[in-house]
Nanobody, 126 residues
Framework: EVQLVESGGGLVQAGGSLRLSCTASGFSFDEFAIGWFRQAPGKEREEISCFSHSDHITEYADSVKGRFTISSDVAGNTVYLQMNSLKPEDTAVYFC???????????????????WGQGTQVTVSS
């Protein structure tokens, strides 16, 4: 059974940092790419980053470029999202998702992606 579990969310002041984790089970990173998404109240789910170990791809949305960094522990089947210089507008529920590659993750509607985690809340206070 494929499963994604996010962790690491919390409450932080503006300018602070958090590191989110997305741990996968039931598949390896050679089989799937991992996308990070976020959804703020009243807004659509937004893709912010994508990582593909097999394609050697790491991508970021303009809204987080330079502040967020993806890293991975392939042996541990975990992808991390290091979030620095957080802003109140980064407040959202953060999700990771898996599908065959970053092109698929970027181009398909979120509800068409194969696998999702349950999400973790990130709140940035001003």
């Amino acid at each position: 059974e494929v499963q994604l579990v996010e962790s690491g969310g919390g409450l932080v002041q503006a300018g602070g940092s958090l590191r989110l984790s997305c741990t996968a089970s039931g598949f390896s990173f050679d089989e799937f790419a991992i996308g990070w998404f976020r959804q703020a109240p009243g807004k659509e789910r937004e893709e912010i980053s994508c990582f593909s170990h097999s394609d050697h791809i790491t991508e970021y949305a303009d809204s987080v470029k330079g502040r967020f960094t993806i890293s991975s522990d392939v042996a541990g089947n975990t992808v991390y999202l290091q979030m620095n210089s957080l802003k109140p507008e980064d407040t959202a529920v953060y999700f990771c998702a898996a599908d065959e590659d970053c092109l698929t993750i970027t181009s398909m509607a979120p509800d068409e992606l194969d696998y999702w985690g349950q999400g973790t809340q990130v709140t940035v206070s001003s």
